[in-house]
């Protein structure tokens, strides 16, 4: 089992970057994909970005792929995902997610564990 916790949500301008972190407990962190999902307000959660146990699979959704890098450390049970030139629309609570296995799938209900979320507001 594994516990997911994101951080680096907060308010920022239309054009400027974030990184937002997931922080994982477990000894088995390093086999588990992640992604990232978002979900707007009366919106469906959305995937955002995923990779695989060993970071050599990537997988962006069409409206970050230019746009944003996904990476890990397993060494520190962590993910990160940056995204730049930021939009209004990307506002949204991100959440991380994970599931045991090397592929990377943009479908919600693959993914076994999620964690609470952080809320990213962007400004025009």
């Known amino acids: 089992q594994v516990q997911l916790v994101e951080s680096g949500g907060g308010l920022v301008q239309a054009g400027g970057s974030l990184r937002l972190s997931c922080a994982a407990s477990?000894?088995?962190?390093?086999?588990?994909?992640i992604a990232w999902f978002r979900q707007a307000p009366g919106k469906e959660r959305e995937f955002v970005a995923g990779?695989?146990?060993?970071?050599?699979?990537?997988k962006y959704a069409d409206f970050v792929k230019d746009r944003s890098t996904i990476s890990r450390d397993n060494a520190k049970n962590t993910v990160t995902l940056g995204v730049n030139s930021l939009k209004p629309e990307d506002t949204a609570v991100y959440y991380c997610?994970?599931?045991?296995?090397?592929?990377?799938?943009?479908?919600?209900?693959?993914?076994?564990?999620w964690g609470q979320g952080t809320q990213v507001a962007v400004t025009s």
């Open positions: 997610a994970a599931r045991s296995g090397s592929a990377v799938s943009n479908y919600r209900p693959f993914y076994d564990y």
């Open positions: 477990g000894r088995t962190f390093s086999t588990y994909t």
């Open positions: 990779i695989s146990w060993s970071g050599s699979t990537q």
